[in-house]
């Protein structure tokens, strides 16, 4: 059996004629920049996510670095992040000319553990941290109840990478204030991916930010349009970081399915993890299975707390890089997001940045993305687990 690491020719099959319709939709119109579908998904995306605003733009990475331009983040700012996620989290920071100054992750979540943010932002007595961009990595939201109460008490805005994320909830507990918030939506700007492999896909490269800033709003859409008002007066530097129509007007089709498909890629993830806890690999600590932090807990109108999207289904387990050698033989995809934790990438050497980060390093070790788009069959579920308990067999 063949069980691919996605699959999205599984959902053309259902897709196909209406992303066809859509396509086909704009060519017709010749809006061919912004326009009627851009703006009709920035709408949609916010209130999706529970944001006011929606500003589109051409990637996640330009989502990213439009949201730190918008912040005025340059040369010799610090910008507080992770050191486990993909390079483009970082690789905003130092195009801009800023410095990343890394929180190690907690073990559980791989999301930046506040305790170590806390204890960089009281050693920061210059108060060179510009920006805090923590990142919901695999789709499960970092501890936003910790970071956001942190960022406000030391006046840092905070980015959200919320590329993996679209539709994940957590708490968030503000004083006495306790109600569920949506990746994005929590601090001053959310940014999205919609690469084809995030759970909202295009067909090609798009992004957006969210905020519930109207100032930071208007800030982003002159920034995204080289930072011109009227058309060709220029008041600030911005870029060519706009959505492209087509994109915009696929994404539509696609997003009337996503809670559909989250919770596809939650039961799927059930499965994996019961027919691993069925197996001894998971009693003798050789695999451990995603854990879902405050799981369990409820809202009062019965509304899980924390809704892992599943982006990824990332085990860690003994032996990763002999496991991952044997799942491609057989026919399994799988990935490692991510194997050089970002501390350690070779394009930092000449900053000479002194961080160590174990909990990070000792994950990039340890990690292993299993398949879990939503149209995964238990039967090719049934036969992964079976070909990781041969392995380890
Ligand atoms: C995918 C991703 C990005 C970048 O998105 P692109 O649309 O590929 O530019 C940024 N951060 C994280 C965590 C991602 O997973």
Redesign the pocket.
């Known amino acids: 059996m063949k069980v691919p690491l996605l699959d999205l020719q599984a959902q053309l099959e259902y897709l196909e004629d209406d992303l066809v319709a859509a396509v086909t939709r704009v060519v017709q119109s010749t809006r061919y920049i912004q326009g009627p579908e851009v703006e009709a998904l920035e709408e949609e995306v916010a209130a999706y996510c529970g944001a006011s605003y929606g500003v589109g733009v051409s990637?996640?990475?330009?989502?990213?670095l439009i949201s730190l331009m918008s912040l005025g983040i340059g040369q010799g700012d610090k910008v507080l992040t992770t050191p486990y996620?993909?390079?483009?989290?970082m690789g905003v920071i130092l195009r801009l000319g800023a410095v990343p100054v890394f929180a190690d992750i907690d073990p559980i979540s791989y999301n930046m553990d506040p305790a170590r943010m806390e204890e960089i932002l009281k050693a920061d007595t210059e108060r060179e941290i510009k920006a805090i961009i923590p990142?919901?990595?695999y789709g499960q939201c970092a501890d936003m109840s910790s970071i956001m109460q942190l960022a406000d008490s030391f006046g840092i805005p905070v980015i959200e990478?919320a590329?993996?994320a679209i539709g994940a909830d957590c708490p968030m507990i503000l004083d006495t204030n306790r109600k569920i918030g949506r990746a994005g939506s929590m601090g001053l700007a959310g940014?999205f991916?919609?690469?084809p492999?995030?759970n909202l896909g295009g067909i090609g490269?798009?992004?957006m930010v969210v905020t519930q800033n109207k100032d930071f709003a208007e800030k982003l859409v002159l920034m995204r349009n080289h930072g011109a008002q009227p058309k060709y007066y220029h008041k600030i530097v911005g870029g060519n970081f706009r959505l492209d129509p087509i994109q915009a007007a696929a994404l539509r089709v696609k997003l009337p399915y996503l809670d559909r498909w989250h919770t596809n890629r939650n039961e799927n993830a059930t499965v994996y993890s019961r027919l691993l806890t069925e197996s001894t690999l998971v009693g003798d600590g050789r695999v451990v299975c995603p854990q879902i932090v405050y799981s369990g807990e409820f809202s009062a109108s019965g509304k899980q707390l924390n809704y892992h999207i599943f982006?990824q289904y990332v085990l860690r387990v003994e032996k990763r890089d002999e496991l991952r050698e044997w799942l491609q033989k057989n026919d399994i995809g799988c990935e490692i997001?991510y194997p050089v934790p970002l501390h350690k990438q070779e394009c930092l050497a000449k900053l000479s940045i002194d961080t160590h980060c174990p909990v990070a390093e000792k994950a990039a070790g340890e990690t292993i993305a299993l398949p879990i788009y939503p149209e995964l069959t238990v039967e090719m579920q049934n036969y992964v687990v079976e070909k990781i308990v041969q392995f380890y067999d």
């Open positions: 990637s996640g990475t330009d989502a990213l996620s993909f390079f483009a989290t990142v919901h990595l990478d590329a993996q940014c991916s919609f690469f492999s995030k490269d798009a992004g982006n997001y």
